[in-house]
C-alpha cells in the first residue's frame, strides 16, 4: 500500500465507523453491490476504502449486537472472565471484566453469550488485581443512563467504552478466583512505589505520570484537572512516549557510534530499537488509547526522522489516524481521539515550513506561540466534547506543561531507572515529589481565582465556533498582522455583545430532570430560577443533582416536598454547590436544611407567572409524611401545571373542590402509584399531559399499570421519564409541545410512550 492511500483510507474509517454507530443493516446491500463494482472495474483504491469501512461498521455494530437482552435485565447470570480494570472507593470496589462465558441462572431467559466487557461493583470485595480469572454471580441491566440531553452522558460512555452490561456482583460468598494474574511488570512496579516514603499525593502523581494508572487519582484529583484544563498532564500521551523514544533513540545511536564508529549514521537498529521501547512502554501503561495514539504517532515520527521512504507530516498524520481507527473503531466516538489528533494538527499547520528553533530563547518562543495558537481550538474541542470552559487553562499550560514534561516526567522516569538501587531512585522522586506539591497548590490557587465556566448548553455550538474562528484567523497561512488583529477585535466584540436568547414574560420553562428513581423539576421565568425537588440519592452516596448544572448555579427558590430520599437526596448536593435563596419544605419536617413552610394559601407572582401552595394545611402533622407534601400550582398564559409531589388519594379527595380546570400537565403523584390518581381526581382534572418521573425498570412497578390505564382513559398523553428521558416544555407557549431527550417512540402515537411497571 503506497502511503498515498493514508488520507482516503482515514476517511474511509471515520466513515464506517459513523455508520456503525447508525447500524449496519441499512446500508449492507448498496456497500455490496458497490464492492462488486469496484471489483470489476479494478478500482483497488476505491474496493480498499470500501473495506475498511466496512471492517470499522461492522465492529462498531458488533458492540451494540453484543449488548444485554432486555429479557436479562435485573436477572442473576453467572459470569466467567478476566479483570481487565478495578478502582477502589472506600469499601466499594468498580471492576471491568471481559467476559468469557456467561449463562443465565434461570432456565428460559435470553442466552448471553455474545456478552464481551462488563462492568461490576462489588461491596467488600476482596484484593482484586488486574488479569485474575473469576467466576461470579452478577445482577446485570442494559448499559443506559441518565437521558437529559445535558451534563455528564454515562449511557454514551459505557458506549464508547465498549461496556455492554452494568450490574453488581450478586452473591460475594460463591465468587471464586480462578487464576490469579501473574505478577506483571506494571503491578511490581506500583508494589515497589507504595513501599516508598513519599506523600499520598506524589504516590499517585508518580503512578499516573509515569505507569499510566490513571485509576490511583482520587476524585480530588480530576476535578482539580477537570477544573483547570489540565486532564492531558496525566494522562500518557505524546509527551511521555516521545520522551522515553527519544532518549532511548539518543543512547542507542551513542551505542552504534561506539560499536561501528565509521557506520553508525547509517545503522538502522537504533531506529528499531527505540520503536520497541516507545512499544514496551505503551505496554506497561496497559496500551490505553492515549498511550496507543501517542506510540503510533511516535513510530510514524522515527520513520520520518529516519529519512527511509519518509512520509511527509500531513501523510503520517492520516496514516495514524488510520492505525488508530481501525485499531478501535470506537475510539471515534471518544473526545479525547479528537483532542489529541487536532492538537497536533494544529502543531503541524503551525510549524510546516519554519526553521527549527534554536538556542533557550528560541525554544521558549516557540512554546509560547504554540500554545497560544493551540489555546483558542483546544478550548472549542473542550467545550463541545467536555462542556466546560477553562479560562485560565492557557495560561496555566503554559507554565505546567514544560513543568511537567521537562522536570516531573523525566525526573520519575530517572527513578525508575535507579530502582535497582532504592535509595538512589528516592533522590529523583523526592524532587518529584515536591513539584508535585508545588502544582497542586497551584493549580489549586488558580481554580480558585479563575473556575471553569460551563455555559448553557444552547450556548455551546456559537461559542466553540467562535473560538475557532479566532484560532483559524492566527493560524491560516499568508495573512497580514492587521487583518489577524481585526479578525480577532472583530469575533471579540462579537462574543461580548452576542445574547443567548431569553423568556419572555409569561411563560416558564419547565424541565422534569431524568434523575432514576426520583424527582427533580426544574422551573425557569425571566429572572427566576427555581426547583421543585432536588432527586434522589443512591446507595453508593451519588446523587444525580452533582451532575446537571456547573458550580455557583443561582436557585430563587427550592422546593423540598418531603423528606424521602428520592425526594430530598439532593440536599446537600445543592446546599454544598449552588447559592439558594429560599429553602422550601412541609411544616415541621426536616429535609436537611432549615425552609419556609409551603402551606396552603401560600402564593406569589413573578415575570406575569402565579405559583400557589395547594398543599398541606397547618394541622396536617397527622398525616404520612407522603401526605404532607408540598403541592405546587404554576400558572402562565392561561395553562397550569399541578406538581403532586408524593401525595396520594387524602389529599386529592381534599383538592377536587379547589382544583382548577382545565389543567394542562400534570406530574403524577408518588410516581403513577396506586396510592395517588385515584378515579375520582383523574376524573376531575382530565390534563392534556402527564408526566412520570420514574426510574428504568424500578422495584416498585411505578407507574401502576391501572394508573397508567386511568390516564389513557382520559384522554391524557402519557410521559415518563424511565423511556422518554428528561422532558422540556413552556407553560404559557400555545401549543404546548413536549420535548423529550429521547426519540418519541410510543406504540400509539409519540404522546404514548410510556411503560407501565408490570
Request: with cysteine; net charge positive; glycine share 12%.
Amino acid at each position: 500500500m503506497r502511503i498515498g492511500w493514508a488520507m482516503p483510507l482515514a476517511l474511509s474509517a471515520l466513515v464506517g465507523s459513523v455508520w456503525g454507530g447508525w447500524g449496519v443493516s441499512s446500508a449492507a446491500g448498496p456497500w455490496g453491490l458497490l464492492c462488486l463494482l469496484a471489483v470489476a472495474q479494478a478500482r483497488w483504491r476505491g474496493l480498499a476504502m470500501l473495506l475498511v469501512a466496512g471492517w470499522c461498521a461492522l465492529n462498531v455494530a458488533g458492540q451494540a449486537a453484543g449488548e444485554l437482552p432486555d429479557g436479562l435485565a435485573r436477572q442473576d447470570v453467572t459470569l466467567e472472565g478476566r479483570v481487565t480494570q478495578v478502582s477502589r472507593d472506600r469499601g466499594l470496589a468498580k471492576l471491568r471484566l471481559a467476559v468469557e462465558r456467561c449463562v443465565p441462572r434461570t432456565a428460559g431467559l435470553p442466552p448471553c453469550a455474545r456478552l464481551s466487557r462488563v462492568r461490576l461493583s462489588w461491596y467488600d470485595a476482596p484484593a482484586l488485581r488486574v488479569g485474575d480469572q473469576w467466576r461470579l454471580t452478577a445482577r446485570l441491566r442494559p448499559p443506559q443512563g441518565f437521558a437529559n440531553g445535558y451534563g455528564f452522558d454515562y449511557a454514551a460512555w459505557l458506549w464508547r467504552e465498549g461496556i455492554q452490561a452494568t450490574g453488581y456482583v450478586r452473591d460475594a460468598a460463591s465468587a471464586q478466583r480462578l487464576q490469579a494474574a501473574p505478577a506483571g511488570l506494571r503491578e511490581t512496579g506500583l508494589a515497589f512505589l507504595e513501599a516508598r516514603a513519599l506523600s499520598p499525593l506524589g504516590k499517585r502523581w508518580l503512578a499516573a505520570l509515569t505507569l499510566g494508572a490513571g485509576e490511583r487519582l482520587t476524585q480530588d484529583d480530576w476535578d482539580l484537572l477537570n477544573a483547570t484544563g489540565t486532564t492531558h498532564l496525566m494522562v500518557i500521551s505524546g509527551l511521555h512516549v516521545g520522551l522515553v523514544t527519544s532518549v532511548a533513540l539518543w543512547l542507542l545511536r551513542f551505542l552504534a557510534r561506539v560499536v561501528t564508529p565509521g557506520r553508525w549514521r547509517l545503522a538502522a537498529w537504533p531506529w528499531w530499537l527505540a520503536g520497541a521501547a516507545a512499544l514496551g512502554y505503551a505496554g506497561l501503561a496497559g496500551f490505553e488509547p492515549p498511550a496507543l495514539r501517542a506510540t503510533v504517532m511516535a513510530l510514524l515520527g522515527l520513520w520520518v526522522a529516519s529519512g527511509r521512504h519518509a512520509p511527509g507530516p500531513w501523510q503520517a498524520w492520516w496514516l495514524a489516524l488510520l492505525v488508530v481507527v481501525t485499531g478501535d473503531p470506537l475510539t471515534v466516538w471518544q473526545p479525547g481521539l479528537w483532542l489529541s489528533f487536532l492538537a497536533v494538527g494544529v502543531l503541524i499547520a503551525a510549524w510546516q515550513g519554519r526553521p527549527v528553533p534554536r538556542g533557550a530563547r528560541g525554544w521558549l518562543l516557540a512554546l509560547v506561540r504554540s500554545q497560544c495558537l493551540l489555546a483558542p481550538f483546544m478550548a472549542a474541542a473542550v467545550l463541545v466534547g467536555f462542556e466546560r470552559l477553562s479560562p485560565a487553562a492557557p495560561l496555566i499550560n503554559l507554565v505546567a506543561v514544560p513543568l511537567v514534561g521537562s522536570l516531573m516526567v523525566p525526573l520519575g522516569l530517572a527513578g525508575w531507572a535507579l530502582a535497582w538501587s532504592p535509595g538512589l531512585a528516592m533522590l529523583p522522586w523526592r524532587a518529584f515529589d515536591a513539584l508535585a506539591q508545588l502544582v497542586w497548590q497551584g493549580l489549586a490557587w488558580m481554580g480558585e481565582i479563575v473556575p471553569s465556566w460551563l455555559p448553557p448548553g444552547e450556548e455551546i455550538p456559537p461559542l466553540a465556533l467562535l473560538l475557532a474562528a479566532w484560532g483559524g484567523a492566527w493560524l491560516m497561512p499568508g495573512l497580514a498582522r492587521s487583518v489577524r488583529v481585526w479578525a480577532s477585535l472583530s469575533l471579540i466584540a462579537l462574543a461580548l455583545t452576542w445574547q443567548p436568547s431569553t423568556i419572555p414574560p409569561g411563560r416558564v420553562v419547565v424541565t422534569v430532570h431524568d434523575v432514576g428513581q426520583g424527582q427533580l423539576v426544574e422551573l425557569r421565568s425571566a429572572t427566576q430560577r427555581m426547583l421543585f425537588d432536588t432527586g434522589p440519592r443512591y446507595g453508593s452516596g451519588f446523587a444525580p443533582a452533582a451532575t446537571l448544572w456547573p458550580p455557583g448555579r443561582r436557585f430563587d427558590d427550592v422546593i423540598v416536598s418531603h423528606s424521602d430520599r428520592d425526594h430530598a437526596g439532593g440536599v446537600a448536593t445543592l446546599r454544598d454547590m449552588h447559592h439558594v435563596g429560599r429553602w422550601w419544605g412541609p411544616p415541621n419536617m426536616a429535609v436537611g436544611v432549615a425552609t419556609h413552610a409551603c402551606r396552603q394559601g401560600v402564593a406569589w407572582r413573578r415575570d406575569e407567572v402565579s405559583y400557589r401552595f395547594l398543599s398541606p394545611r397547618s394541622g396536617d402533622s397527622a398525616l404520612s409524611d407522603n401526605d404532607r407534601s408540598c403541592v405546587l400550582s404554576v400558572t402562565a398564559g392561561g395553562q397550569r401545571l399541578l406538581i403532586m409531589g408524593d401525595a396520594g388519594t387524602t389529599i386529592e379527595r381534599r383538592l377536587l373542590r379547589d382544583a382548577e380546570r382545565p389543567l394542562t400537565v400534570l406530574i403524577a403523584g408518588h410516581h403513577g402509584s396506586r396510592t395517588s390518581s385515584s378515579p375520582a381526581f383523574v376524573a376531575r382534572v382530565r390534563p392534556r399531559h402527564v408526566i412520570f418521573s420514574a426510574g428504568r425498570d424500578n422495584a416498585h412497578g411505578h407507574p401502576h399499570p391501572e394508573v397508567v390505564r386511568r390516564f389513557r382513559r382520559a384522554g391524557s398523553c402519557l410521559w415518563n421519564t424511565a423511556v422518554d428521558g428528561a422532558l422540556r416544555f413552556t407553560l404559557g407557549e400555545a401549543p404546548l409541545r413536549m420535548r423529550p431527550a429521547r426519540p418519541p417512540g410510543g406504540v400509539e402515537g409519540p404522546c404514548i410512550g410510556v411503560e407501565s411497571g408490570d
